[in-house]
């Protein structure tokens, strides 16, 4: 029992950190970058190549967040603004981000196959450690705190320092932000280092706890992300990270009731619930409706 | 002889997916003609895959029966999770098709009769070329007749601009999700001939995959006109299949292509049949919507 | 026929855009509004048009609630708007957006060649919406208003960006309009034209209706002149 709560808090954690590249994307530019996932993909592998070359795993990380970060300023460059720059509908950015994901995840498989992969032998931490009759391991306890922390950073950057305020405008209204001087590209560009830098290392984390980083892996999790996003709320960030546990927390508990072949159908029926009955979400803010 | 007869049998099938192709590509362009991202075709083709070919093999169904009852459960189908999710902003439509599509493919995955992960095989054959290209051929007449109708123009309205749409009387909601149903019919439809071409269907042909490449038939084809979206399978379809040794980078090749066309010629290559409109639509900013 | 709006009022979290604002409009009139930057109008005919939801009030076409229901419903109910930023399908011709315009009246050509003819546009049927000058545009989207053959109008600063005779034209067709039975709304900016089309003029200053009445009559008051600052928008 005291392990499943464990566990939900650490897959909570890494469906936070997902959904948060999702949503500081949205809340800021208004689109879904359905390239996500395959940044996600892109962190576990980039880090797995980096330990095939001797890095050690901590540093892996660093490396995936920054590899991944300057591949979101690179997505949004190549696929985005020039679609930004005609006032194109959001459908044209999403296919765009479609054609982008497409052109990673094959890239990766290219280089790896499609199949489960691992990382080097040795280089990620086995060891256990027992916390009363827990059982816990220092692997999924470093990553917990490493998420938690990169979301309390997140909120720290987003509210408290500059760039935080500028991105909350430009989120709010493009046009005055402009009119008060925020350099908007520079802005954008920081969107999409910390979005993509944060799915990266989802992704790292997530290959590290499962030791299977494969190149389908985004998918699945994007699902679960839009089922994050759309019970905490699209564009809000608490939401994102309230929505991210009650679907982790949710999931164990349908374990009860639900044979585990199902355990993925209970964040689509989540999903849809909220859809019909309350698509705003929990905590979101910005208009659903449709005019 | 023998040679012969066995490069036309496999000659037959890729004709035979081109057009299944170009039918779901259209499928798909209904929505896209209204704005809107489905990713959720796929889905409505192996719906009824799986229900028409059931209906033959178990239940002595006659083939144009089963396709119908196939495509007519897809459309059932479509119609409340449309109802539910054209309320809200696209962005959900998008999402909300993404996520049925996993639906269905764990509902495949699970329900005993589908034969889950191994498939349905010994589908009784019965779908001929003629039937493929006789369904194109109404589909797109069908479409391209709703086109320059008033539900087209009303569609090309809401594309353009919902508010102002609204506010000349056009139900937006019911037109999208019309555009949606109809899109799932026709996707069932050729989820159905598709069902009874190939002796077997599996989960993986109706997966998140196949949703992005009539996706991408689609948008690189052209959204304007009926024809875009039958071009684009057509050449997406053909060209694969003639560069066998490329096979391998197909994907990188559709997705290098979709952003391409999305970013410098966002109506598709099919307006490189009227250069000229296009331009003007560029001058006038509006070349991604209409 | 009249348009009749009680107690209107929107609120935007803390601020009141609308304050129960009422209005009795009689059918066959021109009646402007009038009001300085942000005083509320656009927000009052969103209310009307359905585009917004009411927080109070009512809306009441010949006594038909029309209060809360959506543009679509509303449009088909009889009003027709155009909007301050011009809202025209720039991708589609002139021809069809008339018929757009049409499309509660079945989408007939004959009445969007008529409601094109009126503006002066017919002979540009053919051409792409956005690819008209800025006053045809406003023209457009008046037509396309008209070939719905609403039993209200309302337009939203038609004349801007029109030169002097444009508006003059403008004012002809209003005064046209409204003797044929039309109920006309206007909102503008442009003097000569309001106080030239309009039978009755009404106010709005932060939300609030400060004064109503006939041009002249709303000209020489005090409170008028004092919400407006002096400023002279007659340019």
Same mark, same amino acid.
């Given at each position: 029992?005291?392990?499943?709560?464990?566990?939900?808090?650490?897959?909570?954690?890494?469906?936070?950190?997902?959904?948060?590249?999702?949503?500081?994307?949205?809340?800021?530019?208004?689109?879904?970058?359905?390239?996500?996932?395959?940044?996600?993909?892109?962190?576990?592998? =980039?880090?797995?190549?980096?330990?095939?070359?001797?890095?050690?795993?901590?540093?892996?990380?660093?490396?995936?967040?920054?590899?991944?970060?300057?591949?979101?300023?690179?997505?949004?460059?190549?696929?985005?603004?020039?679609?930004?720059?005609?006032?194109?509908?959001?459908?044209?950015?999403?296919?765009?981000?479609?054609?982008?994901?497409?052109?990673?995840?094959?890239?990766?498989?290219?280089?790896?196959?499609?199949?489960?992969?691992?990382?080097?032998?040795?280089?990620?931490?086995?060891?256990?450690?027992?916390?009363?009759?827990?059982?816990?391991?220092?692997?999924?306890?470093?990553?917990?705190?490493?998420?938690?922390?990169?979301?309390?950073?997140?909120?720290?950057?987003?509210?408290?320092?500059?760039?935080?305020?500028?991105?909350?405008?430009?989120?709010?209204?493009?046009?005055?932000?402009?009119?008060?001087?925020?350099?908007?590209?520079?802005?954008?560009?920081?969107?999409?280092?910390?979005?993509?830098?944060?799915?990266?290392?989802?992704?790292?984390?997530?290959?590290?706890?499962?030791?299977?980083?494969?190149?389908?892996?985004?998918?699945?999790?994007?699902?679960?992300?839009?089922?994050?996003?759309?019970?905490?709320?699209?564009?809000?960030?608490?939401?994102?990270?309230?929505?991210?546990?009650?679907?982790?927390?949710?999931?164990?508990?349908?374990?009860?009731?639900?044979?585990?072949?199902?355990?993925?159908?209970?964040?689509?029926?989540?999903?849809? =619930?909220?859809?019909?009955?309350?698509?705003?979400?929990?905590?979101?803010?910005?208009?659903?409706?449709?005019? | 002889?023998?040679?012969?007869?066995?490069?036309?049998?496999?000659?037959?099938?890729?004709?035979?997916?081109?057009?299944?192709?170009?039918?779901?590509?259209?499928?798909?362009?209904?929505?896209?003609?209204?704005?809107?991202?489905?990713?959720?075709?796929?889905?409505?083709?192996?719906?009824?895959?799986?229900?028409?070919?059931?209906?033959?093999?178990?239940?002595?169904?006659?083939?144009?029966?089963?396709?119908?009852?196939?495509?007519?459960?897809?459309?059932?189908?479509?119609?409340?999770?449309?109802?539910?999710?054209?309320?809200?902003?696209?962005?959900?439509?998008?999402?909300?098709?993404?996520?049925?599509?996993?639906?269905?493919?764990?509902?495949?995955?699970?329900?005993?009769?589908?034969?889950?992960?191994?498939?349905?095989?010994?589908?009784?054959?019965?779908?001929?070329?003629?039937?493929?290209?006789?369904?194109?051929?109404?589909?797109?007449v069908v479409c391209a007749r709703l086109r320059q109708s008033n539900v087209g123009r009303a569609w090309a309205a809401i594309r353009e601009d919902e508010i102002a749409a609204a506010s000349q009387g056009i139900r937006v909601r019911r037109?999208?999700?019309?555009?949606?149903?109809?899109?799932?019919?026709?996707?069932?439809?050729?989820?159905?001939?598709?069902?009874?071409?190939?002796?077997?269907?599996?989960?993986?042909?109706?997966?998140?995959?196949?949703?992005?490449?009539?996706?991408?038939?689609?948008?690189?084809?052209?959204?304007?006109?009926?024809?875009?979206?039958?071009?684009?399978?057509?050449?997406?379809?053909?060209?694969?299949?003639?560069?066998?040794?490329?096979?391998?980078?197909?994907?990188?090749?559709?997705?290098?292509?979709?952003?391409?066309?999305?970013?410098?010629?966002?109506?598709?290559?099919?307006?490189?049949?009227?250069?000229?409109?296009?331009?003007?639509?560029?001058?006038?900013?509006?070349?991604?919507?209409? | 026929?009249?348009?009749?709006?009680?107690?209107?009022?929107?609120?935007? +979290?803390?601020?009141?855009?609308?304050?129960?604002?009422?209005?009795?409009?009689?059918?066959?009139?021109?009646?402007?509004?009038?009001?300085?930057?942000?005083?509320?109008?656009?927000?009052?005919?969103?209310?009307?048009?359905?585009?917004?939801?009411?927080?109070?009030?009512?809306?009441?076409?010949?006594?038909?609630?029309?209060?809360?229901?959506?543009?679509?419903?509303? #449009?088909?109910?009889? &009003? #027709?708007?155009?909007?301050?930023?011009?809202?025209?399908?720039?991708?589609?011709?002139?021809?069809?957006?008339?018929?757009?315009?049409?499309?509660?009246?079945?989408?007939?050509?004959?009445?969007?060649?008529?409601?094109?003819?009126?503006?002066?546009?017919? +002979?540009?049927?053919?051409?792409?919406? +956005?690819?008209?000058?800025?006053?045809?545009?406003?023209?457009?989207?008046?037509?396309?208003?008209?070939?719905?053959?609403?039993?209200?109008?309302?337009?939203?600063?038609?004349?801007?960006?029109?030169?002097?005779?444009?508006?003059?034209?403008?004012?002809?067709?209003?005064?046209?309009?409204?003797?044929?039975?039309?109920? &006309?709304?206007?909102?503008?900016?442009?003097?000569?034209?309001?106080?030239? #089309?309009?039978?009755?003029?009404?106010?709005?200053?932060?939300?609030?209706?400060?004064?109503?009445?006939?041009? #002249?009559?709303?000209?020489?008051?005090?409170?008028?002149?004092?919400?407006?600052?002096?400023?002279?928008?007659?340019?």
């Amino acid at each position: 029992m005291a392990d499943q709560l464990y566990n939900a808090i650490f897959i909570g954690s890494i469906y936070a950190l997902f959904a948060l590249g999702f949503t500081l994307v949205f809340s800021v530019l208004d689109i879904l970058n359905l390239a996500h996932p395959a940044l996600f993909t892109l962190g576990a592998f =980039v880090a797995l190549f980096a330990m095939q070359q001797g890095v050690p795993a901590a540093l892996a990380v660093i490396v995936a967040f920054v590899v991944c970060g300057l591949a979101g300023v690179v997505l949004d460059r190549v696929a985005f603004a020039p679609l930004r720059r005609r006032n194109a509908p959001p459908l044209s950015a999403m296919i765009s981000s479609i054609g982008v994901a497409l052109i990673v995840i094959r890239l990766i498989q290219l280089r790896y196959g499609p199949d489960l992969q691992a990382y080097p032998a040795g280089s990620l931490p086995a060891a256990v450690f027992s916390v009363g009759d827990l059982e816990l391991d220092t692997l999924r306890t470093v990553i917990i705190v490493l998420a938690i922390g990169l979301m309390l950073a997140l909120t720290y950057v987003v509210r408290r320092t500059r760039l935080g305020r500028e991105l909350r405008a430009l989120a709010e209204n493009p046009r005055a932000a402009r009119l008060v001087g925020i350099d908007i590209d520079r802005a954008i560009a920081a969107t999409f280092f910390l979005s993509a830098g944060l799915g990266g290392v989802a992704g790292v984390l997530y290959g590290f706890a499962t030791n299977s980083p494969f190149s389908q892996m985004g998918l699945g999790f994007e699902l679960k992300a839009f089922a994050v996003m759309i019970v905490g709320g699209m564009g809000s960030i608490p939401g994102a990270v309230l929505g991210a546990y009650l679907l982790s927390f949710g999931e164990i508990a349908s374990l009860t009731f639900l044979p585990s072949e199902l355990r993925d159908a209970f964040a689509f029926g989540l999903l849809f =619930v909220v859809l019909l009955v309350r698509p705003r979400g929990i905590l979101g803010r910005r208009a659903v409706d449709r005019v | 002889m023998d040679d012969l007869g066995q490069f036309l049998e496999a000659y037959q099938t890729t004709i035979g997916f081109i057009g299944l192709n170009a039918i779901l590509a259209l499928s798909v362009w209904l929505t896209l003609y209204t704005g809107q991202l489905t990713l959720g075709n796929a889905a409505f083709a192996g719906i009824a895959a799986y229900s028409s070919a059931l209906l033959t093999m178990k239940a002595g169904f006659p083939f144009p029966l089963a396709l119908a009852s196939g495509a007519l459960f897809a459309a059932a189908v479509a119609l409340p999770l449309g109802a539910t999710v054209f309320r809200l902003r696209g962005v959900y439509l998008a999402i909300a098709t993404l996520a049925f599509g996993e639906v269905v493919r764990v509902a495949i995955l699970a329900i005993p009769i589908t034969g889950r992960g191994q498939g349905l095989v010994g589908i009784p054959p019965k779908t001929e070329l003629w039937h493929i290209f006789l369904s194109l051929i109404v589909v797109a007449v069908v479409c391209a007749r709703l086109r320059q109708s008033n539900v087209g123009r009303a569609w090309a309205a809401i594309r353009e601009d919902e508010i102002a749409a609204a506010s000349q009387g056009i139900r937006v909601r019911r037109y999208q999700l019309a555009a949606f149903v109809l899109g799932a019919l026709v996707a069932g439809w050729a989820g159905g001939l598709a069902a009874h071409f190939d002796f077997a269907i599996q989960p993986d042909e109706f997966g998140f995959a196949r949703a992005v490449q009539i996706l991408v038939f689609a948008v690189v084809g052209g959204i304007p006109n009926v024809l875009g979206p039958i071009l684009g399978a057509f050449l997406l379809t053909a060209l694969p299949a003639i560069l066998q040794p490329l096979q391998e980078y197909r994907d990188i090749f559709q997705g290098a292509i979709l952003v391409l066309v999305i970013v410098y010629l966002p109506r598709g290559l099919a307006t490189l049949l009227e250069l000229g409109r296009t331009a003007r639509l560029r001058t006038v900013g509006a070349e991604d919507v209409a | 026929m009249s348009l009749e709006i009680a107690g209107l009022t929107k609120r935007f +979290g803390g601020v009141t855009a609308v304050n129960a604002v009422d209005l009795a409009i009689p059918s066959g009139t021109v009646f402007g509004l009038i009001g300085p930057n942000g005083a509320g109008k656009t927000t009052l005919i969103n209310l009307v048009s359905g585009h917004f939801r009411a927080d109070g009030g009512a809306v009441r076409l010949d006594g038909a609630e029309l209060t809360r229901l959506r543009p679509d419903q509303v #449009a088909r109910r009889g &009003i #027709a708007r155009t909007f301050q930023a011009i809202r025209l399908f720039k991708g589609l011709t002139v021809m069809e957006n008339a018929l757009l315009g049409a499309f509660v009246r079945g989408s007939s050509r004959t009445r969007a060649s008529a409601a094109l003819d009126r503006l002066g546009l017919a +002979g540009r049927a053919d051409a792409l919406a +956005g690819e008209l000058a800025y006053g045809d545009q406003r023209r457009l989207e008046i037509a396309r208003a008209l070939a719905a053959e609403p039993k209200v109008l309302i337009l939203d600063e038609p004349a801007a960006g029109m030169n002097p005779t444009e508006s003059a034209a403008l004012r002809e067709l209003l005064r046209t309009l409204a003797a044929e039975g039309l109920t &006309i709304i206007l909102i503008e900016h442009d003097v000569r034209l309001v106080m030239g #089309a309009s039978a009755r003029v009404a106010v709005l200053n932060f939300g609030r209706k400060i004064a109503e009445g006939t041009p #002249a009559e709303v000209q020489a008051d005090p409170a008028v002149r004092e919400a407006y600052l002096g400023a002279d928008s007659d340019a």
